[in-house]
């Protein structure tokens, strides 16, 4: 510790020559504070001086008097300092002499008091010397215990600080000499002179009380005088606690026999009142009872209130030498066991919390009584009229003076009664609030103290790797375990509860034995209902609920009968500690076979996974097959580690434990990879759609949203698959790894939270099957229900189309929309379905893994980097003598730089909330599309723009997040994204024009989504608008991709724009010998009659053209393009049917044709006969 000083010394020494040239500048006359005060006025009522110049002025001057208060109390201190370091013997020698005569032990004769109220102030003042803020004996003894944790740390801080002092004087002399010459107004010079030596005054204080400090610490004598009063605070604390409690004790006991005379009185009262009075009387004896038991409540409360304080101090002491431990001797294995030995003694958080929230229903009814005593009380201040209205009440006649005598004793009694229930209420009531006040520190201490416990102590290894000692120390132990004695004492622990509980055992042996007599029986009623549920008439839920019950029957059995002799041997009247450990090995085995059970016989032929879950039967083969040797073998290492563990032996849970669990991480690793593997024939989308959409009647709609859904979930699946299997094994891989390196008890935690996750999965699995089995079901009765209705349409002659058919006289399941929505519906269902388990699985989750996720706080120590990041001081008048530090003139509101480090923590939340956003960018923008689609009349264009924008407002927001955790702000990217702007901008000038068109096509909309749109030659239907190109489908289903630039700086013809009606018009030419006008007519009734044509605006026909015959022009309106050509088609149709009827016939155009002969053929007598076959050399040559 002395060398420390003597580094100071030289330092100081060798410093000083450093000085030297400052030594004219030291003569300059200090101003005091008074001078400087007066000053400041002088300058406030100067008006010639600019604005900007009085107020350098005054801040100068503000701030030298700031320096000088400092520097007052660094003199005091030092001043201080040096006095008890020149008496510090005589300090030592007395307070040694008060130690002597200091009495051990609290004398019995101070509770010989006779006065009770004399007793209750002396209670108080015990109290208050105790935990008084100021100067209580409690606060005393922290105060010289952490002085005397100062004597490890103080001196190598003073030699810094002494080091940074002397720098900063060597600075400030060096800034009063070249003052002069820094050019500046006179009267702002002076007051920056005056500023610098109050600077280097308080640096000259300062330094001497740190060499006061110095040679407080180094002297041997001041810190045997800490020890000294350190001792005797403590022996002073022990006494004032013996007294008070001999006090309280005292106190207590006469409170008790008061209320135990006042009972008694009110006994008496009642058998000498008269009949009349009697009523009144028994009152009296209630409240004089209810006093007797609210003085126990206020007895039992101060108990506990003790006891709490008493917790909460030795608590927060121990956390303190923990963190002092830590902090001393860093994070090794003797560290590690103190902490777990400390997490284990820790009180738990959920009792305290069930305490608190116990107490807030008693409080709630002190606060009501208090209510009604005060209402009784006031009501009996006048007591002549309480005794006319209580007369009358009681049908007491007063003009009797004895019974008038009795009532107004009774009612006098009464009053006395209510006044001291009234102020007993008072104080439980102030003591149950200071009690929950006690026990909320004494929860927020607990809770402090655990988290501070897991973040370190998953972190710290328990021991070496596992080596050949290790399995030696596990032979030996093997030895343990065998032993006769510890087994003996189990089974006496056993028979002794067996004897003290009879009826337990007894209901719980027949229970077992039925359980195997119907296990058979079980199995096959599995099997019947099985093949009842794979029937594709089965409709009804009820066999699959049935067999999930009788599964959870067959698989209980073996498990709850482990868990019964376990908790009942836990809880025995037996105080051996391998007793114990047994029923807690019993019982985590039965927690790790449950589930696997379960599993396992819901894979039985017939059972669960085949029949009613659909389970490939190449995985419910391989999961039945691996499970039957995995949950025995499991179930007897699984206890062997908790009994291990429950012994609470480091040795012995280091070896025999140790390679027991080992050896259960190693088997659950293989038993993983044999068993979670991608089923060999995975459902085919087109299977898996055709199963769910074999049903007579099902719309081709339906088949389509059918097969998405099932292409979605075969996607789902195979991520799932590509990622499970390879977790599963490696979660086996990594406990092995860290049993085997060293961090067993980290191992160790893991896996029984892994268990507990098991528990977790395992029953949403099961309710996600069933529900989604009662969906299917559903979806397949209103199915069929469906076709039954089109049926019986079908045959009374009512099918849609036909004359009188009215919709709304039909049930809606027989609407043509609603049955499209169907499989929608579904899909609804199943999605809220998961998006509930989700839910839940995530709270449970939580709170499996609440109690290790402290553990993660310790990333927030690993620094990756450091970053500059600007930040603003505010000069804060009363942070001065703490915060500064560096001594520096602090302008309000001025921008500093500083470095903060980016932990590994920053790091792994950025990544979070890169994944979060990536997931909400994925998924928040359909559920915006289904919002605006269900509750808002917009069209698919603008639901489109919608979540396009939301997608990318969550990637930049996510992306500005992400950056920001890792303090990488806008300031610090600015160049960067200037520079890759200019770059880019260039290299890729189309892209970023593509991109900026297609953020305007979002905004402005020339056209949307579903759009029939003509660019170039090409029309069709616009189907995706991205960030770079937008995807057109044409009449082939072929896809132009189209760059976003065309449709800003090209042209574009949108034929649904602002409005879907289009025209179309159909050129029809007949002989000119027809009457137009009748033709016209004809056109105009075949026009009206299309249903799919609008009549507003109705259809035309006009004469266009006489050449060749006369050719009429059709032209009519379509509400949309859907179905165009098909209206065109039938209107051809019609008007070829109604002319042929008409027998208006329809020219055929004239050809001319142009026949080349020889000269010869020309003259020839004649051509070949027609009935003779002309060969192709006759056919040339004619």
């Given at each position: 510790m002395s060398w420390r000083l003597f580094v100071v010394y030289g330092l100081t020494l060798g410093l000083l020559s450093a000085t030297a040239h400052a030594q004219s500048a030291a003569k300059i006359e200090v101003p005091s504070i008074q001078t400087l005060e007066k000053q400041i006025r002088v300058v406030e009522a100067n008006q010639d001086l600019a604005a900007n110049l009085r107020e350098n002025i005054l801040n100068y001057l503000k701030d030298a008097i700031e320096r000088l208060e400092i520097a007052q109390e660094h003199r005091e201190k030092g001043e201080r300092l040096e006095r008890n370091l020149a008496h510090v013997k005589a300090m030592l020698r007395n307070t040694e002499i008060r130690l002597e005569q200091s009495p051990a032990t609290a004398n019995p004769a101070i509770v010989n008091v006779t006065d009770l109220n004399e007793l209750e102030r002396m209670v108080e003042l015990r109290e208050k010397q105790l935990d008084d803020s100021q100067d209580g004996l409690r606060k005393r003894v922290g105060t010289l215990e952490a002085?005397?944790?100062?004597?490890?740390?103080?001196?190598?801080?003073?030699?810094?600080?002494?080091?940074?002092?002397?720098?900063?004087?060597?600075?400030?002399?060096?800034?009063?000499?070249?003052?002069?010459?820094?050019?500046?107004?006179?009267?702002?010079?002076?007051?920056?002179?005056?500023?610098?030596?109050?600077?280097?005054?308080?640096?000259?204080?300062?330094?001497?009380?740190?060499?006061?400090?110095?040679?407080?610490?180094?002297?041997?004598?001041?810190?045997?005088?800490?020890?000294?009063?350190?001792?005797?605070?403590?022996?002073?604390?022990?006494?004032?606690?013996?007294?008070?409690?001999?006090?309280?004790?005292?106190?207590?006991?006469?409170?008790?026999?008061?209320?135990?005379?006042?009972?008694?009185?009110?006994?008496?009262?009642?058998?000498?009142?008269?009949?009349?009075?009697?009523?009144?009387?028994?009152?009296?004896?209630?409240?004089?009872?209810?006093?007797?038991?609210?003085?126990?409540?206020?007895?039992?409360?101060?108990?506990?209130?003790?006891?709490?304080?008493?917790?909460?101090?030795?608590?927060?002491?121990?956390?303190?030498?923990?963190?002092?431990?830590?902090?001393?001797?860093?994070?090794?294995?003797?560290?590690?066991?103190?902490?777990?030995?400390?997490?284990?003694?820790?009180?738990?958080?959920?009792?305290?919390?069930?305490?608190?929230?116990?107490?807030?229903?008693?409080?709630?009814?002190?606060?009501?009584?208090?209510?009604?005593?005060?209402?009784?009380?006031?009501?009996?201040?006048?007591?002549?009229?309480?005794?006319?209205?209580?007369?009358?009440?009681?049908?007491?006649?007063?003009?009797?003076?004895?019974?008038?005598?009795?009532?107004?004793?009774?009612?006098?009694?009464?009053?006395?009664?209510?006044?001291?229930?009234?102020?007993?209420?008072?104080?439980?009531?102030?003591?149950?609030?200071?009690?929950?006040?006690?026990?909320?520190?004494?929860?927020?201490?607990?809770?402090?103290?655990?988290d501070y416990v897991d973040e370190r102590v998953l972190w710290i290894r328990t021991g070496q790797a596992f080596n050949q000692d290790n399995l030696l120390k596990a032979s030996k132990s093997l030895s343990w375990l065998a032993d006769q004695p510890s087994w003996n004492s189990v089974g006496d622990a056993a028979k002794m509860n067996i004897i003290r509980l009879p009826f337990w055992w007894a209901i719980s042996a027949v229970s077992f034995v039925v359980w195997l007599a119907l296990r058979p029986i079980l199995k096959k009623l599995v099997h019947h209902r099985g093949l009842a549920a794979s029937h594709r008439e089965c409709r009804n839920l009820t066999p699959t609920l049935q067999t999930l019950a009788l599964t959870l029957i067959i698989a209980s059995g073996w498990p709850l009968l482990l868990w019964f002799v376990g908790w009942r041997i836990d809880h025995s009247a037996s105080t051996i500690t391998f007793v114990h450990a047994v029923a807690a090995g019993m019982l985590r085995a039965a927690l790790f076979a449950f589930p696997l059970e379960v599993l396992r016989i819901a894979c039985l032929s017939g059972g669960l996974a085949e029949h009613h879950f659909n389970w490939p039967k190449s995985t419910i083969n391989r999961w039945r097959r691996n499970l039957s040797w995995y949950i025995p073998v499991g179930l007897i290492l699984v206890g062997l580690i908790a009994l291990t563990e429950g012994v609470a032996d480091e040795h012995r849970l280091d070896s025999i434990g140790r390679l027991t669990f080992l050896v259960f991480a190693a088997m659950t690793a293989l038993f993983c990879y044999l068993t979670i593997r991608r089923p060999l024939k995975p459902l085919d989308p087109n299977e898996a759609a055709s199963e769910e959409t074999a049903i007579q009647g099902a719309t081709a709609a339906a088949t389509e949203a059918s097969l998405k859904a099932a292409a979605e979930a075969d996607a789902w699946s195979d991520r799932f698959w590509r990622f499970c299997p390879r977790l599963a094994v490696g979660t086996g891989l990594l406990l092995f790894a860290l049993g085997w390196s060293g961090f067993f008890y980290t191992a160790l935690q893991l896996n029984w939270r892994l268990q507990n996750t098991t528990w977790l999965l395992m029953s949403l699995m099961l309710v996600r099957a069933t529900v989604r089995r009662w969906i299917a079901l559903e979806k397949r009765r209103m199915a069929v229900l469906q076709d039954q209705e089109l049926q019986t349409i079908s045959e009374a002659g009512f099918e849609p189309g036909n004359s009188g058919y009215n919709q709304f006289l039909l049930p809606r399941w027989t609407w043509p929309d609603f049955r499209m929505n169907l499989t929608q519906i579904v899909s609804q269902m199943r999605r809220l379905l998961d998006t509930g388990l989700i839910a839940f699985a995530v709270a449970g989750l939580w709170l499996v893994w609440a109690d290790v996720t402290p553990a993660l706080n310790i990333l927030d120590r690993v620094v990756l980097w450091r970053t500059t990041v600007e930040q603003v001081e505010l000069n804060d008048e009363t942070t001065h003598i703490s915060a500064e530090a560096t001594d520096k003139h602090l302008v309000f509101g001025q921008t500093v730089k500083r470095q903060l480090p980016v932990t590994a923590a920053d790091l792994g939340m950025a990544m979070l909330i890169m994944a979060m956003a990536v997931i909400a960018g994925r998924n928040i923008p359909g559920l915006v599309e289904v919002i605006l689609h269900e509750h808002l009349s917009v069209d698919a264009g603008v639901r489109f723009a919608a979540t396009c924008l939301v997608r990318y407002a969550i990637f930049v927001a996510g992306v500005g997040f992400a950056f920001a955790q890792i303090r990488v702000g806008w300031n610090n990217v600015q160049w960067l994204v200037a520079a890759a702007s200019v770059g880019l901008g260039f290299g890729l000038q189309e892209i970023f024009a593509n991109f900026v068109s297609g953020i305007i096509l979002l905004f402005e909309r020339p056209m949307r989504v579903g759009d029939v749109v003509t660019v170039g030659d090409t029309t069709g239907t616009v189907s995706r608008i991205r960030f770079r190109a937008t995807t057109i489908v044409d009449g082939d289903r072929k896809e132009l991709i189209v760059p976003n630039k065309e449709f800003i700086t090209g042209k574009l013809l949108n034929w649904t724009l602002s409005d879907r009606v289009n025209r179309f018009a159909v050129k029809v030419m007949v002989g000119s010998n027809n009457d137009p006008q009748r033709i016209r007519r004809l056109l105009l009734e075949i026009a009206a009659l299309q249903p799919t044509l609008l009549q507003d605006p109705a259809p035309t026909a006009s004469l266009e053209e006489l050449s060749g015959g006369q050719t009429f022009v059709v032209r009519a309106f379509l509400p949309s393009l859907d179905g165009r050509a098909n209206a065109i088609n039938d209107l051809y149709m019609m008007i070829h049917k109604r002319f042929e009827a008409e027998g208006i016939e329809m020219p055929r155009p004239s050809q001319e044709v142009f026949l080349r002969t020889d000269v010869q053929e020309a003259h020839s007598a004649s051509p070949p006969a027609p009935h003779q076959p002309m060969t192709a050399a006759a056919i040339k040559k004619w």
């Open positions: 002085e005397l944790a100062l004597w490890r740390t103080r001196p190598e801080e003073l030699v810094n600080e002494l080091a940074e002092v002397e720098d900063r004087l060597i600075e400030i002399n060096d800034q009063i000499v070249t003052l002069p010459s820094a050019g500046e107004p006179r009267e702002l010079m002076q007051a920056h002179q005056a500023f610098l030596l109050s600077r280097r005054v308080r640096a000259e204080d300062e330094r001497r009380a740190l060499h006061a400090e110095a040679d407080w610490f180094q002297s041997v004598a001041a810190a045997d005088l800490v020890q000294a009063q350190r001792e005797l605070a403590t022996r002073e604390l022990a006494l004032k606690v013996g007294e008070l409690n001999l006090l309280q004790d005292e106190l207590a006991k006469r409170r008790g026999n008061q209320a135990d005379q006042r009972v008694q009185q009110a006994e008496e009262l009642v058998a000498k009142t008269t009949p009349e009075l009697k009523p009144l009387a028994q009152g009296n004896l209630e409240l004089a009872q209810e006093r007797h038991d609210i003085t126990d409540k206020i007895q039992v409360l101060e108990q506990r209130h003790e006891r709490a304080t008493n917790s909460w101090m030795e608590l927060e002491k121990e956390f303190e030498r923990t963190q002092s431990m830590v902090r001393d001797v860093g994070l090794t294995d003797s560290i590690g066991l103190l902490l777990r030995q400390q997490r284990a003694k820790l009180l738990n958080p959920r009792s305290l919390r069930s305490s608190l929230l116990h107490r807030n229903d008693v409080v709630r009814e002190a606060r009501m009584r208090l209510f009604q005593l005060d209402s009784d009380r006031l009501a009996l201040l006048d007591l002549d009229a309480a005794v006319v209205k209580r007369s009358v009440e009681l049908g007491v006649p007063l003009d009797q003076k004895p019974i008038a005598v009795n009532l107004k004793s009774l009612l006098s009694e009464r009053r006395n009664l209510i006044k001291g229930l009234d102020a007993d209420y008072s104080r439980f009531f102030q003591q149950l609030v200071e009690m929950d006040n006690l026990e909320r520190r004494l929860l927020n201490l607990t809770t402090k103290y655990a």
